[in-house]
């Protein structure tokens, strides 16, 4: 599904705010464990970044998820991304999004 540059850098900014997100909560949880270093969070943030940048299509979002499933949790339904939980995923961020100013806006 080929979807247009000003949606796919929409895509891209909702995917890395969310992501990073999760991303900075996982660290959290695993500092201790594994004796992380600051240096570990850039780099793992850096390569998020890159790799959501790469997407230019689901196919390519729903292969990023997969390769980032350990950042979700069975709450969030998408320990194993399919193309249609990734689709729900990113449009649920959408709707999150326009929420959140409608409550803060409005």
């Not at 992380?36 to 970044?49: G, H, I």
Request: net charge negative; glycine share 2%.
């Amino acid at each position: 599904m080929a979807i247009n540059k000003t949606n796919m850098q929409a895509i891209h900014d909702a995917l890395i705010t969310d992501l990073q997100r999760r991303l900075f909560a996982d660290y959290n949880k695993r500092t201790d464990e594994f004796q992380l270093r600051d240096e570990d969070y850039d780099r793992a943030q850096s390569a998020l970044v890159d790799s959501v940048l790469q997407c230019n299509n689901m196919k390519d979002v729903n292969e990023l998820l997969t390769e980032y499933c350990d950042l979700f949790t069975a709450y969030d339904e998408l320990t194993v991304p399919t193309i249609d939980g990734t689709m729900n995923y990113v449009l649920s961020l959408f709707v999150d999004k326009l929420n959140y100013l409608k409550e803060n806006n409005g």
